[in-house]
Structures are given as structure tokens and as C-alpha cells.
């Protein structure tokens, strides 16, 4: 694949800045790492939206190729007070923040007996256990966007869960970006290790704070060890001007359980890259997903799930509502791979379309390669059903009212799941308040 | 707000050479009927007569399109209102096929639609302790279950649950004017029963019920004070219960042959 020289220049001339100014203090092996990221960045290039390239088909990333976004060298600001109000927050949480890719001391509280850290903070000190598994679950192979994000790796969060531990509050880690002068891109960059027979409850938020266009690359990694059970939710509020490109790899052990809930508030173009690998016997997931989209917004979400062993379950249930001009997309695969028998997957994504406009492409698929297996799955789309309108205004709501309780209700499969009180309430209020952008006229 | 006093002598709805048409079909040709207080009529008619198409105009559904007639509820126009507006005004439609609201808790819903209905009434919101506790009593004498009122609107509802959620919303909204849309088709003996002592527990003088039926059974359990039978989108006969029996032992042919041969008799 080639590519015009110039999308890379930025790039490019940050990472030299980059690695001399904030990443001169890390360890050697992590200092080899971004610099082979970096090689197969500018090897590969950014991908291209077209047939044959199945992971990227619906997905015209142009925008972000070539919005010569720059490394933020100055921290941002951002207000205590502010981010407390605008983002899902409870103070009984123990949180990491972040502004524009850097951890923010003076924000973050975590509570005692949570070893959960300052990525570069960990990396300057014993490196473990980062050096471990950080890169091993998302590589540089694996696409352009976590190419780049390995290459400017450097800060972000290390939560490590020791053997038969648990965190006794949810551990909330949210990445900010403060707009500043000018488009900017973060990395950020979270390695879950959650040992055997661990518990975890962990929230990730990407917000924008302020007017404009930047770009967030992220990249989580999650490995869970025998018997751990992780419960993770990801919320996305970008500005909606924003680019964000996420990739999660979850890797999962013997009779371990991952249990994970997207929320997606659409932006200018936003890609959920999901990747979890049922890597032995009785470990299962259960993915959920709620995308809103609205104007000429962009939201794709690309779930895989790879049954390596016998006896592993996965089930995905994501739901998306869109308004306006924008645009959707589901796509994915269910691997069961040979030999992993009684494998038992079903995923299903529905779509509600309020507008003539709004367009959905959603393509999940099975690769079967087992006998003896379980799988299933389905896509719908539809728009609001008039019949229900009716049924509900003879019971003396008026429209407006009944369209609020059809599209809350359609979002409410997905958000009553939701088991930290404080974020399904939050969601609640977030979905409530997008209603007006989802459907214009409408009053929530 | 209406005044809700009990008034036998005062027609509370009045149809008058009803025509509504779906798409390019005329559906209802010229239908007339008075409903008083305190009166159960009964509609019955053979597959695709027009029952369905009546009670739908009645309560307002879009795709019924009024072309001729006018149709006066307490006095008022209400082929003016909109759908909300005439349930708000005391009307009711149990639905022949019940929609399911995906999402939606019973309780909820029924919470939310009290709420419009009081309010439109001059009425505090009730108390929701007070609200949880009619709904579970009406449950119960209905013989749902329990748990019913926490699952979301008609979803996975068996279809004697759809029947009787309609009749419970009923007894809770509490309406002037119930149309039962076939609210007997589908019924066991014992669940229709349980439905008949509900709708003869709202039968009131300050209430009226338009059963619209194929079948004469439920009238069984619910004694109608007038029979029509409507044919072709019009009624061609009234009477009392016994014309519903007559109609059991002859079949609709018998009327369809009466009619044809001159011998219709007006309402």
C-alpha cells in the first residue's frame, strides 16, 4: 500500500521531538519498541476505505490522514470542577485522569490497595508488569493506528490486580483532551493485567473538553488470568468534531469472564476496534454496545471474537440510534477455530433509524471451523413503529412523549445492564440529552 | 375537563353516516350508532365487515381516513382530536392485536399514561405507592402475574397476557367510553371469564362499553343492552341480546340474505 509522503511528516517530526523531550528517560527495550512501531507505521501507512480491505470497507479515515495533527509537548488544563459535572463521575470511584495523553496528579485519587498507576510513572521505575505484556496483545502488526500509538507510547495507565484480589470500588481512568491551539492528537495508552481469580470493575471515558477538531489513538490492552472476572465499560464523549480511534485486545484464560459495555456518542469519525480471544477452556464474554450518532457523524464499530479452545461462550448484543446524515457501521467476525467445540456465540446488532438520511452498514459474520458448536447471529434496522406510536397515544401520551419512551426504551436493553448505579444513571442522562440532536424537535 | 355526572338520556357518542376508507377502500359506508351512558353495545359482523375499522377510526388511527360523516363525543367533534386527545377525554381502545413496546416496563408506561390522563383531568399525580398498589390489585383480579408489570409492554406476552394487560390497562386508566376490539378472540373459557367479571365490574352508569366481537360467547358473561350487526361497513340490524343468539343459531348468511331481500332494519 502506498502512501502520499506528506500524510506522514507530522508524524514523523514529532516522534524525533517526541523521543528526545518525553520519552528520554524510558527503558531501553521501550525506546527499541517505538521505534519499530514507528518503521511499520510509515510501511503500512493509514488504511484505505475500499472493497477488499474488509476491516476498513465503510470507513473513510482520509479526514484524519490528513489532518496534520500535532503532539501536544504542553500539558493542558483542564477544570476540576467541570470535568466532575460533564463526564459519568461518582467520588466513591477511584479514578486516573489524564489531559491530553499525560497523567494529572492533582485529578486523580485512587484508593488504597488499588495498584493502579501512572503508565510512565511504572515505566520509569521497574518497567513490571508492563514489560510483560505491553505490545503483546495489540502489535504493531495488528494495523497503522496501533503502530502509531506504540510508537508515541508513553503514558497512560497501569492497573495490575494481584492474584485472589479485588478492587473494592470501580477504578475509573479518563482520558481528556483540552483543546489547545491548534488540531492535536493523544495516545493513550491502558494495560490491564488482572491475575488469576481476580475482580475488577474499570471504566474508561474519552472526553473533550472545548471547540474543535483533535484526534485520540488509543489503545487498551486486557489480559485476565485463570478464573479473573473484569467488568468493563467504555465511554466515549468526544466533541463532535473529533476523530477517535480506539483498539481494545482482551485476552482471556482458563474459566475467565469479560464482561464489557460500549457507550458511544458519536463524533466526526470514531472506530471501536474490539478484539477478545477466548484462549481456553470456560472462559466467556458478554459485549455490549449503545452508539448514537447524529448530523454527519461516524461511528463504526469492529468487534471480533476469537474462540480458540473448547467450551468457551461469547455473546454480543450492541444497539445503535441515528439521526441525522450520519452513518454507522457494524462489522466482525465470531472465529471458532479448529477444535474448539461446544463453542457457543450469538451476536446480534439492531439499529433504530430516525431519519430517511441516517444510513447503517452492519455485516456481522461466523467463521466456523469447529463442528459441534452453537452459533448464531443477526442484524436489523428499522425506524420508529408507527403502530407503537398509536398504540401509546391512545393511552393519552402525545408524541412527543411516546417517541422519548420508544427511543429510551430501545436504549434501555442495553443501559439497564449497566451494574455500577452511578454510570447507568449517568448514561441515562446522556442518552436523554442527545435525544434533541438524534431527532430534531424532539423535547426530552 | 369534562364533567362526569351520570346521564342515561344524554347520547355520549354519536356516529352519524360514518364512511372511513384505508388507502383507496371504503371500509365503512355510511355507519350510524348512539352510544348513551351506562349502555354495553355490542358490534358483531363477519371477517373484514368493518369492526376493526371502527373501533380504529373511533380512537383515531392515522392510516383511517374519515371521508364522510361526523362522529360527536360528549358534543364535541372528535374526529378533530388528535389520538392522545380522545383518550385523554375518556376513551379507550383495547386493542385487537396489542403492540409491544420494546424497553418500556408495564408499570412505566402505565405510570406515564395515568399521569397524562390526570393531569389533562385537573388531578394531582396519584401517589406511587397508591399507583403500585391499584395496579397490583387489578393484576391479581385479573390473573396476571406478579412479575407482568416489571417486563417490558407485550413483549413475549402470551396471547391471553396481551388480552388481559388491555382489559388491566383499562380498569386502571379508567375510562368513560371502552372499545373492546375482539378482546375475546384468543381467550380460553377461563381467562374469558376472568375478562367478562373485569368489564362487568367497569360496566357503571357513568361508563359505556362498544364490544366489538365475532363470536356471540362473551356475550354469555356480558349482557349487552343492544346487538348490531354490521355488514359491509354498515349496520344492517339492532337489537337486543337475543339477536345475537339468533345470529349464533343462523349464521351471518341468514342476515347477509335478509338484508339483500329488503328487509334491513334500521337502528
Not at chain 2, 408489570?149 to 375510562?175: C, T, Y
Not at chain 2, 344492517?236 to 343468539?245: K, N, P, T
Request: proline share 4%; charged share 25%.
Amino acid at each position: 500500500m502506498t502512501q502520499a509522503p506528506t500524510k506522514h511528516d507530522r508524524y514523523l517530526a514529532d516522534f524525533e521531538g517526541f523521543e528526545r523531550d518525553v520519552a528520554a528517560r524510558g527503558p531501553e527495550w521501550l525506546h527499541e519498541l517505538r521505534q519499530r512501531a514507528l518503521a511499520r507505521f510509515t510501511e503500512v501507512g493509514f488504511p484505505t476505505a475500499r472493497r477488499g480491505n474488509e476491516r476498513w470497507k465503510y470507513t473513510n479515515i482520509n479526514p484524519i490522514a490528513e489532518g496534520t495533527f500535532s503532539y501536544p509537548f504542553a500539558a493542558g488544563e483542564v477544570d476540576g470542577e467541570r470535568l466532575h459535572t460533564s463526564i459519568p463521575w461518582s467520588d466513591d470511584w477511584s479514578r486516573l485522569v489524564f489531559v491530553n495523553g499525560l497523567h494529572s496528579a492533582a485529578l486523580s485519587s485512587v484508593g488504597v490497595g488499588a495498584d493502579a498507576r501512572s503508565l510512565a510513572e511504572a515505566l520509569r521505575a521497574d518497567g513490571q508488569p508492563a514489560r510483560e505484556h505491553l505490545g503483546r496483545y495489540v502489535t504493531i502488526e495488528d494495523d497503522a493506528f496501533a503502530a502509531l500509538n506504540t510508537a508515541f507510547v508513553h503514558d497512560g495507565a497501569l492497573v495490575h490486580v494481584p492474584k485472589n484480589g479485588s478492587l473494592d470500588r470501580p477504578l475509573h481512568l479518563v482520558y481528556v483532551t483540552a483543546a489547545g491551539a491548534g488540531p492535536t492528537v493523544s495516545y493513550p495508552r491502558t494495560l490491564v493485567v488482572a491475575e488469576s481469580h481476580s475482580r475488577l470493575t474499570l471504566i474508561e471515558t474519552y472526553a473533550g473538553f472545548g471547540e474543535g477538531r483533535y484526534f485520540t489513538d488509543a489503545v487498551t490492552e486486557i489480559v485476565l488470568g485463570e478464573g479473573a472476572q473484569v467488568q468493563h465499560y467504555r465511554v466515549l464523549m468526544e466533541e463532535p468534531d473529533a476523530f477517535h480511534v480506539g483498539i481494545t485486545r482482551v485476552h482471556l484464560e482458563r474459566d475467565s469472564t469479560f464482561t464489557s459495555t460500549l457507550f458511544a456518542r458519536g463524533c466526526a469519525i470514531g472506530r471501536n476496534d474490539l478484539l477478545a480471544t477466548l484462549d481456553a477452556p470456560g472462559s466467556s464474554c458478554f459485549l455490549r454496545g449503545l452508539y448514537l450518532t447524529s448530523g454527519s457523524q461516524h461511528v463504526d464499530n469492529y468487534v471480533n471474537i476469537d474462540h480458540t479452545q473448547p467450551h468457551t461462550t461469547s455473546r454480543l448484543y450492541y444497539k445503535g440510534i441515528l439521526g441525522g446524515k450520519s452513518h454507522a457501521v457494524f462489522g466482525g467476525t465470531v472465529f471458532v477455530r479448529p477444535g474448539a467445540v461446544k463453542a457457543d456465540a450469538r451476536q446480534e446488532d439492531k439499529n433504530l433509524l430516525l431519519s430517511d438520511e441516517a444510513e447503517v452498514d452492519s455485516k456481522p459474520s461466523l467463521e466456523i471451523y469447529a463442528d459441534d458448536v452453537l452459533c448464531g447471529h443477526g442484524a436489523t434496522a428499522g425506524t420508529v413503529a408507527d403502530d407503537a406510536l398509536f398504540y401509546m397515544r391512545t393511552r393519552g401520551l402525545d408524541l412527543n412523549t411516546a417517541m422519548v419512551h420508544l427511543i429510551k426504551g430501545f436504549a434501555s436493553e442495553v443501559l439497564d445492564k449497566v451494574e455500577v448505579e452511578p454510570l447507568r444513571l449517568s448514561l441515562d442522562r446522556l442518552t436523554t440529552a442527545s435525544l434533541p440532536e438524534l431527532q430534531p424537535g424532539l423535547v426530552s | 375537563m369534562t364533567s362526569r355526572g351520570a346521564n342515561h338520556n344524554r347520547p355520549l357518542l354519536e356516529v352519524r353516516d360514518l364512511h372511513v376508507s384505508v388507502g383507496s377502500v371504503e371500509i365503512l359506508k355510511g355507519l350510524n350508532l348512539t352510544v348513551n351512558l351506562g349502555e354495553v353495545h355490542a358490534v358483531m359482523g363477519p371477517n373484514g365487515s368493518g369492526k376493526s375499522t371502527l373501533t380504529n377510526a373511533l380512537a383515531g388511527k392515522p392510516e383511517y381516513a374519515v371521508t364522510e360523516g361526523k362522529v360527536l363525543y360528549r358534543g364535541k367533534n372528535l374526529l378533530e382530536m388528535l389520538p392522545e386527545e380522545r383518550a385523554r377525554e375518556g376513551l379507550f381502545l383495547a386493542f385487537q392485536y396489542p403492540v409491544e413496546l420494546p424497553g418500556i416496563r408495564v408499570r412505566e408506561f402505565l405510570r406515564t399514561a395515568l399521569d397524562a390522563l390526570r393531569e389533562h383531568r385537573g388531578l394531582d399525580k396519584g401517589s406511587l405507592r397508591e399507583f403500585n398498589k391499584l395496579l397490583q390489585e387489578k393484576a391479581k383480579e385479573l390473573g396476571l402475574d406478579e412479575e407482568l408489570v416489571k417486563r417490558s409492554v407485550n413483549e413475549g406476552f402470551s396471547g391471553g397476557e396481551k388480552k388481559r394487560h388491555e382489559i388491566l390497562q383499562m380498569a386502571v386508566l379508567d375510562p368513560e367510553l371502552a372499545l373492546l376490539d375482539e378482546t375475546d378472540s384468543g381467550l380460553d373459557i377461563d381467562a374469558l371469564k376472568v375478562v367478562a367479571d373485569a368489564v362487568n365490574k367497569f360496566r357503571k352508569p357513568d361508563k359505556a362499553i362498544l364490544l366489538v366481537t365475532h363470536y356471540q360467547r362473551i356475550l354469555n358473561y356480558v349482557t349487552p343492552d343492544f346487538v348490531h350487526v354490521l355488514i359491509d361497513g354498515r349496520i344492517v340490524r339492532s337489537g337486543g341480546r337475543d339477536l345475537a343468539l339468533e345470529l349464533e343459531a343462523k349464521g351471518y348468511e341468514w342476515i347477509r340474505d335478509a338484508v339483500e331481500s329488503g328487509r334491513e332494519i334500521s337502528v
